[in-house]
């Protein structure tokens, strides 16, 4: 396996899923299918495709000839025993990206709020309650974004279940974003 980068052209391992952007159908990825690599970040890749965008899960890197991904490598957050599980789960949330904005969601100003409240038969295990929003109401991508919040929350040990509630009051703008999400996109 090989370390493939944003711009590298490669061409598909094996029969690989993915998700068309921006609304979301899936799709298979032929095995030999050329595809150039737009975005690699929290794990998935973002891949154009005879002129479209497409999103292939971390959990299909090998079909791209990259090593199965190594969460405990990639986020030593989650692992690190000190930090307190809400520190794990902002960290978490902050590897996930919409697959056409290089911003991930907290900096970009989609979440509002993160509650846990501990389950009351055992202590040790908690609930995450994620308030969140789109950039618009009609983002196609907003079922994986918001299956992929769940999905990375709920890896946290400790945190035994995951509710996300998508809100759009109030509506998202620009002044959500965090000042560094607003450097990388150019809008300072």
């Known amino acids: ?7 590298q052209t490669i061409l598909i391992e094996r029969d690989c899923d993915a998700l068309l952007i921006p609304h979301a159908h899936p799709l298979t990825l032929p095995q030999g299918s050329a ?3 737009t ?20 959990e299909d890197r090998d079909a791209l000839g990259m090593d199965p991904y ?3 490598e990639e986020n030593p957050v989650l692992f690190d025993e000190r930090a307190t599980l809400e520190e794990k789960c902002w960290h ?3 590897q996930c990206y919409d697959p056409e904005i290089p911003v991930d969601i907290v900096d970009l100003g989609l979440i509002y709020d993160l509650n846990l409240s501990k389950n009351h038969s055992d202590e040790s295990q908690h609930h995450a309650y ?10 196609g991508m907003g079922p994986v974004i918001i299956e992929e919040v769940k999905r990375k929350v709920h890896k946290i040990d400790g945190i035994e279940q995951v509710t996300v509630e998508l809100v759009f009051e109030p509506p ?4 959500h974003m965090s000042e560094a ?8």
């Not at 998202?172 to 002044?175: F, K, L, P, Q």
């Open 181 to 188: 999400a607003k450097l990388k996109l150019g809008l300072m």
């Open 39 to 58: 975005q690699a970040l929290g794990g998935n890749f973002t891949l154009e495709v005879q002129g479209n965008l497409v999103l292939v899960l971390a």
């Open 172 to 175: 998202w703008s620009r002044e």
């Open 1 to 7: 396996m090989v370390n493939r980068s944003v711009g």
């Open 130 to 139: 994620v308030t969140m929003t789109l950039t618009s109401p009609t983002c």
């Open 92 to 94: 978490q949330m902050h």
């Open 70 to 72: 190594d969460e405990a």
């Open 35 to 37: 595809v150039r690599i």
